[in-house]
Structure formats: C-alpha cells, structure tokens
C-alpha cells in the first residue's frame, strides 16, 4: 500500500494496525512531523479496534533522525521546538498503553533510533544500522529521549553508543537489547506482524498495568524534568558548533 501522505496507518486485521513512517527520503524528523505522529497515536490509541500496533517505514530509511538541512536555519524559537517535540512525541509512544513492535528495515540513526527503543518489541534487519549521532551533530541530548535510552540500554553500551557517535549493525544491536529479534530483512515486517497479533491477544489492562509499572519511573523523572525547564525563546538548543557539525555531516 502507497500513500502520498507522511505518515499514515493500515489495519492488518486482527486487532493489529501499522504505523507507516514515509516521510520521504529518509523520515526526516521536524517539529511538525513529530506533531503528527503524535496526533496518530493519538488515533491509535482512542481506537477500541486496535489491540497492537506495528511501527514501520515505507522507505529504504527507517529514520535517519533530525533533518539537519532544514534544522542549520532553526533560530531560538524552531531550537525549542524540536526538543518539545522529540520530548513529548517519544514520551507518549514510550507511555503508550497497547503493545507497539518495531519492524526497523534500514537505518535508526539519532532521533529515529527513539522510535525502536521506545517500542515493546523490536524486530530488526540483517542490514539494518542502529545508532545514536547527536555528539557528531553537535547536540546534547533532550530529557525524554536521554530518559528512554538510559532506561533501555546497559550503562556501558549507553556510553559507547552516544559519546562514540558511530552506528553499530544488527548483530551487536541484538546483542545490546536494542533489537530483540534478526530477520531476513524481506522477512522483518512479517516477523514483526506475528508478535504483533500475539500480543493482541493479552489481555489489555493487565499488559497497560505491567507496563506502566516497568516505565512509570522514567516516564516520571521526565515530565518532572520537562515541567522543569523554562519554556522562553532565549533557551538555545544549539551551541557555537552546531552548525558547522550539521553541515559537516551533511557533506559526508
């Protein structure tokens, strides 16, 4: 199934619904783009018909993370943006009371890796990259992505990945705990489907309660964090480097 839109939703039948990341070349993330994920877990979530969900990409990308050509130009206001919205769009798929499985064909590089580590269950590709290059784009981390990562990965890896900057291949995400599963990658999203309608079939309040009780604490330090800060224009995500980090990953 193709759309033109860039994001948009397929009912697979039986409880299961798949999210479709096709924000094209590479999924791209804005504030806006983020804003409509948002609004369709949203949907997903008021919609007594779907029981599970399956998180993928129509693109040869799963998600490349921020769009660092259109982010070169963000002023102050555009900077505080983008980290409300990586905030708040990842905390609620993190929170999201159904079951949600990654079917990641094609690289999670940055913000798009936090679409992967805040589902239930990932299911990546023999080919699939997976990393966390905020350091090489000259960016600190928001809370609620460092909240998610810090909650989902050892302390050791943690480090690697994100002082590091480079991304690792399927093999050593597996052995990470960033992927629970390896698939052929023509075999991913069908692989991905099947836990997805297994997972349909638990019962719904015990699987929300559970849940909640794995991730209430991160979910808790990160509003606590977020009502926190300062909400003013002033509050600059960048520093003097970033750009010229952007641009040089970029020209790569």
Do not use: C
Not at 230 to 238: I, V, Y
Request: net charge neutral; proline share 4%.
């Amino acid at each position: 199934m193709k759309s033109k839109q860039d994001i948009f939703v397929e009912d697979i039948g039986g409880g299961v619904a798949k999210l479709i990341l096709n924000r094209s070349p590479v999924n791209a993330l804005t504030p806006l783009y983020l804003k409509r994920v948002a609004e369709v877990l949203d949907q997903l979530k008021g919609d007594a018909n779907v029981k599970a969900v399956v998180i993928s990409s129509s693109l040869n990308v799963f998600s490349a993370g921020l769009d660092l050509k259109e982010a070169q130009n963000y002023g102050p206001a555009e900077q505080q943006a983008i980290v409300e919205g990586l905030n708040f769009t990842f905390t609620k798929l993190y929170d999201f009371p159904k079951p949600t499985v990654a079917a990641v064909n094609g690289a999670a590089i940055a913000g798009g890796l936090f679409f992967v580590l805040a589902s239930d269950y990932r299911v990546g590709g023999k080919r699939a990259k997976f990393g966390l290059a905020e350091v090489r784009v000259g960016v600190e981390f928001p809370v609620g992505p460092l909240e998610i990562a810090r909650d989902t990965l050892s302390a050791a890896f943690m480090r690697r990945l994100m002082l590091g900057g480079k991304p690792v291949g399927a093999e050593t995400a597996l052995a990470a705990g960033i992927v629970d599963s390896i698939e052929d990658d023509a075999e991913v999203e069908n692989s991905a489907l099947i836990i997805a309608r297994d997972y349909a079939t638990i019962p719904p309040i015990a699987f929300t309660s559970i849940k909640r009780q794995i991730r209430g604490p991160a979910i808790k330090r990160i509003n606590k964090a977020v009502r926190g800060v300062a909400t003013s224009a002033e509050d600059h995500w960048f520093t003097e480097e970033t750009k010229s980090a952007m641009a040089a990953m970029i020209n790569q």
